[in-house]
């Protein structure tokens, strides 16, 4: 069964930066585009940026030059760096394998939440 197993998060101050990993198994990881997604309270799960085997990255607008995925395929790993936080950031942060335009491909992992505060 593929498994996604999300790390990273936790409070931090507006302005602050936090490092997300995903490790992912079950999955031929190196051939795989790999995306970071988020879900807020009372709002649907969103992309926020996603990475193919190429390299080639796509991010959502609102995190533009500010987040950074990249990923590991020795580790079988994807990280996401977010850098200037703000309390809209705050929600639970999710990984999956994606395919098309970045729809989710698999089961999803229990997420990693991400608090910031004002």
């Known amino acids: 069964q593929v498994q996604f197993v999300e790390s990273g998060g936790g409070l931090v101050q507006s302005g602050g930066s936090l490092r997300l990993s995903c490790a992912a198994s079950r999955i031929p990881f190196s051939l795989a585009t790999m995306a970071w997604y988020r879900q807020a309270p009372g709002k649907q799960r969103e992309l926020v940026a996603g990475i193919t085997s190429a390299g080639r990255k796509n991010y959502a607008d609102f995190v533009k030059g500010r987040f950074t995925i990249s990923r590991d395929n020795t580790k079988n790993t994807v990280y996401l760096q977010m850098d200037s936080l703000q309390p809209e950031d705050t929600a639970v942060y999710y990984c999956?394998?994606?395919?098309?335009?970045?729809?989710?491909?698999?089961?999803w992992g229990q997420g990693t939440q991400v608090t910031v505060s004002s």
């Open positions: 999956n394998r994606a395919a098309g335009r970045f729809n989710p491909v698999d089961s």
